[in-house]
């Protein structure tokens, strides 16, 4: 109990405090301490990155071995890891090669699948959102009036083709299309947003205080 | 075939099989969902061991004899003992000293550059004085919208208090400052999403040209064939 | 009335699929629009900057996207290097997103090559680090301890392109160009250069502009609308400028697609 509970909070208390309070003393160790900490938790990221991709990797591999449903996709997923590492040595870790910057088999497989892959997967967004838009958008009342409006001036003033409408339409009205943009973005969605930040921001630290006085322990997983 | 030949069927059959989901769900999509997931993994792994793992571990440590990265080495392992179910409990050291540093450097920043900074540019003042006295216009009432926007959507999201009397009115307000907000974060959103689809669009009308072998054309006619011989087969099995 | 209603209110969401592919095809096959986009204030505010710096100030250029981002964040971020190199100027490139380093290693290149720019003298890339809050504070401290190695692996302490620079507060202007978390919020709180700029998403840009109106960024290059300005204030015709017309008529579906459903919506709920 002490060594699993106690004192893992005890490190989580000494660190917070020191480098609150490390903030606001300017002396060179202060700095030297903040400047060693940081490297040490650079290698550290590093290391727990290598967690992250073994846990994934592990569950894909779970399924294979299971032969459970979709095992296939799975193995799929293994041998693009596999090859992308193969390839990846191969290259020596580098997209470009030589002083000509030829593209290596690693450049290649970057440009021409993962970026591709991302891209699209990304990119069906786009679709769904129209498809969500047509079904859900409603001005049903007085808020979503006010939230069709608002997107309705934006993505008007957001695009050359809705300035040009806006201008053959609207053209008598002072403002442009673009200006309503504009203060739009400045002024009442800034607003918000800056309201929004500041829960935020007052909840972060929230967060940390908690994390240092030992009531937030999420960090150490199961029996924390 | 050239490498880029080669690529640009690739990337038009990659393209086309993750497109072929607003269709249905399909054996062309989870294979390139899966592949995506293998590249991205193993891309993430290789950039780790050689940006990483090498210049700034393992040579400075074995080859140049930096014994100062011995510390968070040692905490390296002890995050790794998590695939050791007996001696898991030892990474709560090292995640301690990793949460314990992130929430104390993010106090004092946050408050300064989260909180204090923000209430500063809000605490403007509300009218303009000039050489013929005071004046309120365009901009001093868009201050004054700005700061009561702002104090409204605090006010609404403070739910230690109920909404009622006098708080009421202004949690609304708080509301409808929000909703504002959220109409134009979906405009915006909108020109995010079509951007992605600008990339892809581009990238298949290029590589269906003569130069790249008509490869988004061909394959696509593959996929539609494929689709309409097993949606005939279906219908045959049912009729 | 109302059946034409409903019936409109039931289409088919491939349907509708079929009408935003179409209208991203349209101007492939048209041709150019032809219309030009207003330069927004913001984004002027990042170009006059870096046209107020003299020439051989250092410039960091922190491109924290992924391939997902590439049609927004790719064009704003050549356009940036673009000027960078006229301008003379020492560019630091580095990421905090890893599957963004193939990308921002092209750029450099690209438009290094472009200009006839020497690497180590007029560019440097150092590439990516894990922790990206880390990272960032510890250019705050000490650019050579974070980045011993650039990302080719050579010594960082030494270059000419580095010659003056030991932490953020050494360089007058950077700018980053964020898809998300690590980004923009992240070098606000942890980082301290002398002036810095944002360029994003679309889908975060609304969110910056609290800091935007706090002085925290000194401007805001905000989605493809963005890219496509900077790209006119350079005099160039990039993919961003292109990628506008693909937004002009799909945002003018959308809107169509808005009206009708709302009209057909009211229309049925009249007679209920």
């Known amino acids: 109990m002490f060594l699993r509970q106690y004192v893992p909070m005890a490190i989580a208390f000494v660190m917070g405090v020191v480098f609150a309070v490390q903030y606001y003393v300017p002396h060179p160790a202060s700095e030297e301490l903040l400047t060693t900490v940081n490297d040490w938790l650079i290698v550290v990221s590093g290391f727990s ?81 129209a498809s969500a838009t047509f079904r859900t958008f409603r001005a049903r009342n007085l808020e979503a009036g006010l939230l069709l409006t608002a997107a309705f001036l934006v993505m008007l003033g957001h695009v050359p083709l809705g300035e040009y409408i806006w201008d053959k339409v609207l053209g008598f009205l002072p403002p442009k299309a673009d200006q309503v943009m504009g203060w739009i973005m400045n002024v009442p969605n800034m607003a918000a947003k800056r309201g929004i930040l500041l829960g935020v921001g007052l909840g972060m630290i929230a967060t940390s205080l908690k994390i240092i006085f030992g009531i937030e322990r999420a960090y150490m997983g199961e029996g924390g | 075939m050239s490498p880029e030949l080669l690529g640009a069927w690739v990337a038009a059959g990659l393209t086309l099989a993750i497109f072929s989901f607003l269709y249905k769900d399909n054996p062309f999509f989870k294979f390139g969902e899966h592949l995506y997931i293998g590249i991205s993994v193993g891309y993430s792994i290789t950039l780790l061991v050689f ?175 494929v689709f309409l011989a097993q949606a005939l087969s279906k219908k045959r099995e049912g009729g | 009335m109302r059946k034409l209603a409903e019936k409109i209110l039931s289409m088919d969401r491939r349907a509708i699929y079929l009408l935003m592919a179409s209208a991203a095809l349209l101007p492939f096959l048209t041709g150019p629009l032809g219309l030009p986009s207003r330069v927004s204030p913001e984004v002027k505010a990042v170009y006059d900057r870096i046209e107020s710096l003299p020439e051989g100030s250092p410039f960091l250029i922190s491109m924290d996207f992924d391939p997902a981002s590439k049609p927004e964040l790719y064009p704003m971020a050549e356009a940036l290097v673009r000027h960078a190199f006229r301008k003379n100027l020492r560019v630091i490139g580095m990421n905090l997103w890893v599957t963004g380093s193939g990308m921002a290693e092209k750029i450099l290149s690209d438009v290094a090559e472009e200009y006839g720019k020497k690497y180590g003298r007029d560019y440097v890339y150092l590439g990516w680090a894990p922790g990206a809050t880390n990272v ?137």
């Open chain 1, 49 to 129: 990155m290598v967690l992250g991709l073994a846990s994934l990797m592990g569950s894909h591999w779970a399924k294979v071995r299971r032969g459970g449903p979709g095992w296939g996709y799975s193995l799929v997923v293994f041998l693009g890891i596999l090859g992308t590492l193969a390839v990846g040595i191969a290259s020596k870790g580098k997209m470009f090669a030589g002083e000509e910057l030829t593209l290596t088999a690693l450049g290649w497989v970057y440009d021409n699948m993962l970026v591709p892959l991302q891209g699209t997967v990304f990119s069906l967004l786009a679709f769904f959102m």
């Open chain 2, 51 to 225: 940006n990483f793992m090498i210049p700034k571990w393992w040579t400075p440590l074995f080859r140049e004899g930096r014994m100062s990265l011995l510390v968070p080495t040692v905490l390296g392992l002890l995050i790794w003992t998590r695939f050791f179910p007996r001696f898991s409990w030892l990474s709560r050291w090292a995640f301690a000293f990793v949460v314990g540093f992130g929430a104390g450097i993010a106090i004092p920043r946050t408050i300064s550059n989260f909180i204090f900074r923000q209430v500063e540019s809000t605490a403007v003042p509300l009218v303009s004085r000039g050489q013929q006295g005071v004046s309120f216009g365009w901009g001093d009432f868009s201050n004054f919208l700005i700061a009561f926007g702002v104090l409204s959507v605090l006010t609404y999201f403070f739910f230690s208090v109920e909404h009622k009397g006098p708080i009421r009115p202004l949690a609304r307000a708080g509301v409808l400052f929000l909703m504002v907000s959220f109409g134009a974060s979906f405009g915006y959103t909108v020109m995010a999403r079509v951007s992605l689809l600008f990339g892809r669009m581009y990238d298949l009308v290029e590589y269906s040209s003569r130069g790249y072998g008509y490869a988004t054309l061909v394959l696509l006619g593959l996929m539609v064939a």
């Open chain 3, 136 to 272: 960032i504070l510890g250019l705050g401290q000490d650019i050579y301890k974070t980045y011993p190695r650039d990302y080719y692996g050579n010594e960082t302490s030494g270059m000419p392109v580095l010659e003056g620079v030991r932490t953020l507060k050494d360089i007058p202007f950077m700018v980053d160009l964020a898809a998300g978390d690590p980004g923009i919020e992240t070098w606000v709180v942890y980082g301290k250069a002398k002036s810095m700029a944002g360029g994003c998403t679309a889908v975060i840009a609304p969110g910056m502009y609290a800091f935007l109106n706090s002085g925290q960024l000194v401007g805001l290059i905000g989605g493809m609308r963005g890219a496509a300005e900077y790209e006119a204030l350079l005099k160039e015709m990039g993919k961003a400028t292109v990628g506008m017309d693909i937004q002009s008529t799909t945002h003018v579906l959308i809107l169509g697609l808005i009206l009708l459903s709302n009209f057909a919506f009211f229309a049925t709920r009249r007679r209920r």
